[in-house]
């Protein structure tokens, strides 16, 4: 199936830096979803993103729907380790079939 | 918020023996669920969209013989992997589609393990 390209594939990052990952398509989308999942477990909504330039926090997070529909970014700042997990996003155009990233595995070094 | 109970959360069947796997919605009632199969350390890819009351619609590569799906009601759907084999083990997840305010949020069941031996 078709899938998102997601950088970085992973990362280690000290506690208190502040992290990015992005999210790439070669297909335009008319929303953007930012997960974050945790071992064992199913994906949790972080942010989500329904127009282009949209920029939208919740807590240390901040998510941004690319201009161009094409591409979308989250940061972290001051990282905890409870920050660790795997963050994954979802684009989906038109329809309400989304498609996932292929995921930022994110570690945090206390 | 809204809460999808997914169940069980794993389980462990012999090749050729079939599973049913839950999917509930719990506060609010959902006309769409999806599907999705996880691989270790792998994205999530849609299986297949569980419409209520009428058959579902599965991606390509999907065998839908294979991958039995109901959604009789407006907050359950059920995924049946019958006949299963070990390459069948694997970790499935639900999620269904709930109006959250002023768009559509798509919120996840907890997934099931499934190691079939």
């Known amino acids: 199936g078709q899938q998102l390209n997601q950088s970085p594939q992973s990362m280690f990052i000290q506690e208190g830096e502040d992290v990015s990952m992005n999210c790439t398509s070669s297909?335009?989308?008319?929303?953007w979803l930012w997960y974050k999942q945790e071992p064992g477990e199913g994906p949790v909504l972080l942010i989500a993103l329904y127009k282009a330039g949209e920029l939208t926090s919740n807590g240390r997070l901040t998510a941004q729907f690319g201009i161009t529909r094409k591409d979308s970014f989250l940061n972290i700042s001051a990282s905890i380790p409870s920050d660790v997990g795997i963050y994954f996003c979802a684009g989906a155009s038109g329809t309400y079939k989304y498609i996932f990233g292929t995921g930022t595995r994110l570690k945090v070094l206390a | 918020g809204a809460v999808v109970s997914q169940h069980p959360s794993w389980v462990i069947c012999k090749s050729g023996t079939s599973v049913k796997i839950e999917c509930r919605s719990l506060?609010?009632?959902?006309?769409?669920m999806f599907w999705y199969r996880q691989f270790p350390k792998k994205s999530l890819m849609l299986m297949a969209t569980?419409?209520?009351?009428?058959?579902?619609?599965?991606e390509q590569g999907v065998e839908k013989d294979k991958f039995l799906i109901n959604h009789a009601s407006l907050t359950l759907s059920t995924l049946t992997v019958t006949s299963a084999h070990p390459e069948d083990s694997s970790f499935y997840i639900c999620s269904a589609r709930d109006f959250m305010g002023w768009n559509y949020g798509y919120t996840f069941g907890s997934g099931t393990r499934l190691t079939v031996v």
């Open positions: 297909s335009i989308f008319n929303t």
């Open positions: 569980s419409n209520e009351g009428s058959k579902a619609t599965y």
């Open positions: 506060d609010f009632q959902a006309t769409t």
